[in-house]
């Protein structure tokens, strides 16, 4: 059960940050699917965008990464 659901305005934020990761360096298959799933929970969502805010902070970058494999091997049950 998703507990926050992403809005509408966020949804539109989604692919600008997602294209930032892959600019990055970041696997696209983690990115598609912290994307894909950033759509419905909106944990997933500010941890994005909290990545794209955190811009010259590779330490908290690499710690806002962390959290979302996180999120994303809690929800792998679910596929």
Same mark, same amino acid.
């Given at each position: 059960?998703?507990?926050?659901?992403?809005?509408?305005?966020?949804? %539109?934020?989604?692919?600008? !940050?997602?294209?930032? @990761?892959? *600019?990055?360096?970041?696997?696209? #298959?983690?990115?598609? $699917?912290?994307?894909?799933?950033? %759509?419905?929970?909106?944990? !997933?969502?500010?941890? @994005?965008? *909290?990545?794209?805010?955190?811009? #010259?902070?590779?330490? $908290?970058?690499?710690?806002?990464?962390?959290?979302?494999?996180?999120?994303?091997?809690?929800?792998?049950?679910?596929?």
């Amino acid at each position: 059960m998703i507990p926050f659901k992403t809005t509408p305005e966020q949804i %539109k934020e989604i692919p600008q !940050i997602a294209m930032k @990761m892959l *600019l990055c360096g970041l696997d696209i #298959g983690f990115v598609n $699917e912290a994307a894909n799933l950033a %759509k419905f929970d909106q944990g !997933i969502f500010d941890l @994005m965008d *909290l990545w794209d805010f955190s811009v #010259g902070c590779e330490e $908290e970058r690499i710690d806002i990464l962390a959290d979302i494999k996180d999120l994303l091997n809690d929800y792998s049950p679910l596929k």
